[in-house]
């Protein structure tokens, strides 16, 4: 039942596009004016800008009750106007109209043609369900004033609506009575009856004052009422949200942390290896230092030797290569002893290089 107001405004969107083909100036019969089947939308052969007048001649609408009428281009300056105050705009669109006193034959479903009752304040429906327009209604065409009162005989109009739903089509029944607000016309028995509240059995929407009668059979609650949700649900989303918030953080600051820690660790590798080497060399230099000094001094070497230690201790300190000469064996067999591969590799390349030159 919910879906119905959407269903019905669907089709006859769809509908109003299917207006006459006839252009402005065209020939028409107003013999063919008629209300679409299952819509109940007015037809003629006109396009939907123009009407049939009576000397069967298709010409511009002379009125308009839409807002945004259908067919006209964005802009157009041809659009008419709306109908004053105390008129009204018939389903053909020729002209505005004065409204008509009750008793008068009035267009389906067109409530605003007829003339409000003196106690229009009174009897004019606030709910916005349609039930009737400044309290009068067009009942069976007829104009008619919407005071009939608690278990009197009322007047009813069945329409039947084709409407289409999920499960395809199907016939929607809209019955309109002319009762009191808060009262129905039931349609068996012709009589005004009280509306029923909350869990009452119904057997129509019109029947509840909810304006929803459930498939249950019973009353339920209006079907635009919003859905309230209880205190707690905020409570869980706010502690959803700041949990998914504290979470996220808390898992980039682990993982950033063991990064860091990686990198901290990966740096702290690298000192201890620079300061292994660093203290490799103070090493060497010192026991090259107390080699140098134990040594006696008439331990000379050749020339050659002694520039050969020299070019090869250039990186090394000074104090070696000041008394390079004939310490540069002591120097090589302290370095073969190191632990230090690095330092290893190089003193045996020294060693073997100088063999192979046959120099020692
Ligand atoms: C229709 O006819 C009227 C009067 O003959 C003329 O003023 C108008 O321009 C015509 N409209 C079109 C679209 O031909
Ligand atoms: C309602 O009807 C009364 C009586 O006919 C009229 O004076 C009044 O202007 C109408 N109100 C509206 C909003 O049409
Ligand atoms: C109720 O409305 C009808 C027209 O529909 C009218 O003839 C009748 O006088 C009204 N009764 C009262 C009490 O206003
Ligand atoms: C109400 O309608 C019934 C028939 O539907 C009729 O017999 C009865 O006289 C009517 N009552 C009044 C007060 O019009």
Redesign the pocket.
């Known amino acids: 039942m919910h879906l119905l107001p959407l269903t019905l405004l669907l089709f006859s969107s769809y509908n109003a596009v299917q207006a006459g083909t006839q252009h402005e100036n065209e020939t028409c019969s107003r013999g063919n004016n008629r209300l679409q089947a299952g819509t109940y939308q007015f037809w003629s052969e006109c396009n939907s800008v123009t009407f049939c007048n009576e000397d069967g001649i298709c010409k511009p609408k002379g009125c308009r009750r839409d807002d945004f009428p259908f067919g006209y281009a964005q802009n157009s300056h041809s659009i008419p106007d709306k109908c004053p105050?105390?008129q009204f705009c018939p389903d053909e669109a020729d002209l505005c109209q004065d409204?008509l006193p009750v008793g008068s034959p009035c267009q389906l479903n067109r409530d605003d043609q007829c003339?409000?009752?003196?106690n229009?304040r009174e009897l004019a429906d606030d709910t916005g369900r349609g039930l009737n327009v400044?309290?009068s209604v067009c009942l069976n065409n007829v104009c008619m004033w919407a005071n009939a009162t608690l278990g009197t005989n009322c007047t009813v109009e069945n329409t039947p609506y084709t409407a289409y739903g999920v499960g395809g089509e199907f016939i929607d029944i809209v019955s309109r009575g002319n009762c009191h607000i808060g009262l129905y016309c039931d349609s068996a028995q012709k009589l005004c009856l009280q509306n029923k509240l909350l869990g009452d059995s119904c057997t129509a929407d019109k029947e509840c004052d909810s304006w929803n009668c459930l498939t249950s059979g019973v009353c339920g609650v209006a079907a635009a009422t919003p859905h309230h949700f209880g205190i707690y649900v905020y409570i869980l989303v706010a502690l959803g949200i700041f949990g998914a918030m504290a979470g996220t953080l808390a898992g980039l600051f682990i993982t950033h942390r063991k990064q860091r820690e990686q990198e901290r660790e990966k740096r702290a590798q690298y000192w201890r290896e620079q300061n292994a080497f660093h203290q490799n060399l103070q090493q060497m230099r010192e026991t090259a230092r107390a080699s140098i000094l134990s040594l006696p001094n008439n331990n000379g070497g050749s020339a050659r030797s002694t520039m050969y230690s020299r070019e090869n201790s250039d990186e090394m300190n000074t104090p070696i290569l000041q008394n390079a000469a004939p310490k540069s064996s002591g120097l090589r067999h302290y370095m073969g002893d190191d632990g230090s591969s690095d330092y290893d590799d190089g003193v045996v390349m020294q060693s073997g290089r100088k063999n192979n030159d046959g120099r020692f």
């Open positions: 105050r105390g409204l003339e409000g009752p003196p229009f400044n309290g």
